[in-house]
Structures are given as C-alpha cells and as structure tokens.
C-alpha cells in the first residue's frame, strides 16, 4: 500500500498563520502529512517549485440559479457557476436558497439541491434566505435546519416582498439565539430605499445612475446600525454582508469597540467599481447595477482599511450573474428598463482572488497570510466548515491551489468560464493566478486546464458556527 495517493513537492506553504516551505502529502481525499522532503516513489508528484501552495479559496457568498423576479434568469447555473469559480481558484462555495413566500424553508433547500445534483465541480453548501418568518419557520423548521447543518440564514431588510421588520427581525435572532444560528444581514432599508426610488422616478431620473443615488450611504448606514443595535438588544452575534463604503463600515467598528460580536464582508466591487461606472453611456452602466452600489474612491479606501484592520473578516464575490444582452437578464424591459428594474448583482466568481492578489498583496496592502484568511480560512471558521475546509494541515480535506504570484493576467470576459456575457473587470491587468486546483486531492485544474468533472462536487452539511450565540 503507497503511504501518499500524491506529493506536492516544493512549493511555499501559506496558511492563515503561517508561511513555510514543505511538501504535502496526500491520501484519499486528505492532507496526511506536510514534511521536509516526504518519500513515496509510487505517489503521483506534484511540482510547485516557485509557487504558493494554499488552501482552495472558500467563497461563501454566492448567488447560483436564484429566481431573481417574473422572466428573470440567473446566468450561471450549479455547472457554469461552480466551474467558473474552480477557475478562479476556489474549491467551496456557499450559495443561498431563497424561500419565497408561502414556502417553507425545507422546501426551499431541496429545490436548491435538486438543481445543484451532479453539477458542482467543487464542494458546496447552503444558507437559507428567510423571507417569510412564519411561527413554525422559526419554531420548527429552523431548529431542525440546523440540526440538519443549514447553519447560516440572510434576512434582507430591503427588498418588496423579502424584507422583514424590525419585530420580524426580532423573532429571527431571538430563534438564532436559541438553537445557535448564524445570521447574515443585507442591510438596506426598505423605507428609506422606496422613498428615494419614487422621488427619483417621479423626477424622471430612471437611468441606470439612480440605483446609485436612491441608495446613498446613509441608506445602508441607517439599516447597519439598526441591525447592530437588534443584535445587541437580543444579545446574539450577527454579520453584514456586502459592506460597500465608509459609512456602514464605522457603524460596525464602532460596534465592535464596544465588545458586540458583529462580523462583516467586503466584495471586489467595492474596491474597484465606483457610482461613475453606472454614469457610463446609455444602458452600458446597468452592467454595473448591484446591492449596495459602487460608491467612490474615499470609500474604496474605507474597504480597504476595513480588510487591513480586521473590521471585515470575509472577502467574498457576491456572485450575482445576468446577462447584459437579452431580456432574460438585467435589461429585462430594454433600454427602457428603469434602474429599478434592472437586475441586481454583477458577476465576480472567477475574479474575486486575482483580484484581492493583486490589488492586496501585490501592492502591499495586505500580507500573504491575510490573503488566505481572508479568502478561505475565515469563512471556513465563520460559517462551520473549520478544519475540513479553509486551511492546509494534516486532517483537512486536500482543497489546495498552487498559485502563480507572478503571473500576469488580463481580465477579459472571453478567459472567464462564468456563463455571464461580461465581467465588469474588463481589460484589469492583475498580477498572480491560479494555476492548478486539487478538490479533495483530485485535481480539477492543471497548470490553467480543467480537468475536473461536472458532479464532483459534493454538498457540505456544516456545524454550527463557533461565532453563533449559545448552543
Ligand atoms: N444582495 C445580494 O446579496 N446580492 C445581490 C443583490 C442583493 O441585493
Ligand atoms: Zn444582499
Ligand atoms: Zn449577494
């Protein structure tokens, strides 16, 4: 019997915390051994002499196959969307599986798993979007959910039809807190959001550029405050999704110095996209169009300083693709699609790491050690997923990207594997690639060549969140 199915010979090691040069071992699906020079002669080895070796990037903030509005379809399905984002160097996403109204949650979940059946390439899980938080949703199904390892649940505070209320909201981490759920919070309020789209559109302002001004920070720094302050007065921890500026970025610091257990993300199009990209000519800024906007360089900056201090543990894509061309996607009605009828979201599965690469590390922002917390190791721990996913050490599962630091890339749409008809990157030059991806010690991506398999990926049951109240 050969002690190692493979050895990754030579590369630097980067975990969270640590950075070395070792090989590591690997025997069915796991990491078994990271040694000086590891000996088999039967095993299959794997140069990575001059690269990084680090665990596959986790992104547990993606949107695939999502009913999106009436003839509304989301580009990526489980097959484009995992593939897309294997490419990118990932090798565990996290989804959502919406519950309309008038469904329960279980049934919600298993729609998500019908579609996503034999179409993952990488390892995948849910968490569930709750919107209609009917007495047996909080008393009965969210308890068993999470028995079940659906651990994690987003609430919108915006949306028609999706929001919850304050006292809705109430109830909710009142559940959480009881049977140690984790909550996520898009935080944007629903009333002020309206007011300001009926001003807009009364004035006529209904090209792409108003999503932008009927959402300005005090829009998502009012509902992160509220939400804060729901948290604390329920005493549970909670997390911001999608943190896009300065404003809502303090709101969380600020809770944060004061002891209260508040996580928060950051996405790539909050580094680099601004309120000017949805100025651009005729419908070209709808590309641009997703939840909370792009806003400006000082709160690029904000996001920036909130990933280097430790305000946002999680970077995450927020994948949300839909088409440009067509009315299946974010021009539904044509060039005469109001702003607040355009889809919402922008693709950004593929690109989330070169991205945070390039723009972090290579130019100095943050270190190698926080690329990997930040891209993998921190949403395997928030989101219960620790020690099976996230890090490179001897029980993990062998997730691992051997990464190219000097590689130069181009970002266009026609690299991506997303099925999007765009990348709001365009002509980005990144510096740093993945090259090579090993799903549970299968390697999926080989020197920039798939060579995975559609139904590779398996779903993840999840413990629950070591961050969630008392369990
Ligand atoms: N919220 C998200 O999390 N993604 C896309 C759109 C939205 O509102
Ligand atoms: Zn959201
Ligand atoms: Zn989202």
Redesign the pocket.
């Known amino acids: 019997m050969t002690q190692f199915d493979m050895i990754i010979r030579g590369g630097t090691v980067v975990t969270a915390s640590d950075t070395i040069n070792c090989d590591v071992g690997i025997k069915d699906e796991k990491i078994i051994a990271l040694g000086q020079t590891l000996q088999d002669d039967s095993a299959r080895i794997i140069d990575a002499e001059g690269l990084l070796v680090m665990p596959g990037g986790v992104d547990s903030?993606v949107?695939i196959d999502q009913p999106s509005g009436p003839g509304v379809v989301m580009a990526d399905d489980f097959d484009t969307g995992t593939l897309s984002a294997m490419c990118g160097g990932n090798t565990t996403v996290i989804p959502f599986a919406l519950q309309d109204k008038g469904q329960t949650l279980r049934e919600a979940v298993e729609i998500y798993h019908k579609q996503a059946e034999g179409k993952s390439w990488i390892d995948h899980s849910f968490h569930v979007i709750i919107s209609d938080p009917t007495p047996s949703a909080l008393g009965q199904e969210l308890p068993a959910l999470v028995e079940d390892g659906y651990t994690s649940f987003k609430v919108y505070m915006?949306?028609e039809g999706l929001h919850l209320n304050d006292r809705e909201i109430i109830d909710l981490l009142e559940s959480s807190k009881r049977h140690g759920a984790f909550i996520m919070v898009?935080a944007e309020g629903y009333d002020t959001l309206r007011y300001m789209i009926e001003k807009l559109e009364g004035e006529g302002r209904t090209e792409p550029v108003g999503h932008a001004l009927s959402r300005p920070q005090v829009v998502e720094r009012e509902a992160t405050h509220r939400a804060i302050s729901l948290a604390e007065f329920i005493d549970v921890p909670m997390l911001l999704?999608?943190v896009s500026g300065r404003e809502p970025m303090e709101q969380i610091r600020w809770a944060q110095q004061r002891g209260l257990k508040i996580f928060a993300e950051t996405c790539p199009q909050y580094l680099l996209l601004t309120k000017d990209d949805l100025m651009k000519d005729g419908m070209e800024g709808a590309k641009y169009i997703?939840?909370p906007p792009p806003r400006d360089p000082d709160s690029q900056e904000a996001c920036w300083e909130g990933l280097q201090q430790g305000v946002f543990k999680i970077f995450s894509s927020?994948h949300?693709p839909f088409l440009i061309e067509g009315t299946s996607g974010k021009l539904r009605e044509g060039d005469k699609t109001k702003f607040s009828r355009v889809a919402?979201?922008v693709p950004g599965i593929e690109t989330r790491l070169p991205i945070l690469f390039s723009e972090g590390v290579k130019k100095g922002r943050i270190d190698l050690n926080e690329f990997v917390a930040l891209g993998s190791t921190n949403h395997a721990k928030l989101y219960g997923l620790y020690p099976q996913k996230g890090t490179i050490a001897v029980g993990s599962d062998a997730d691992v990207v051997l990464w190219d630091a000097d590689k130069k890339v181009t970002i266009r749409q026609d690299i991506l594997h997303h099925n999007c008809d765009y990348t709001p990157y365009e002509g980005l030059e990144v510096t740093g690639w993945p090259l090579t991806v090993l799903s549970r010690g299968k390697v999926v991506m080989e020197n920039g060549e798939v060579t995975g398999v559609c139904g590779h990926g398996r779903y993840l049951k999840r413990n629950k969140s070591p961050h969630a109240a008392s369990q």
Do not use: W
């Open positions: 903030h949107h915006t949306y898009h999704v999608h997703c939840s927020d949300c919402n979201g």
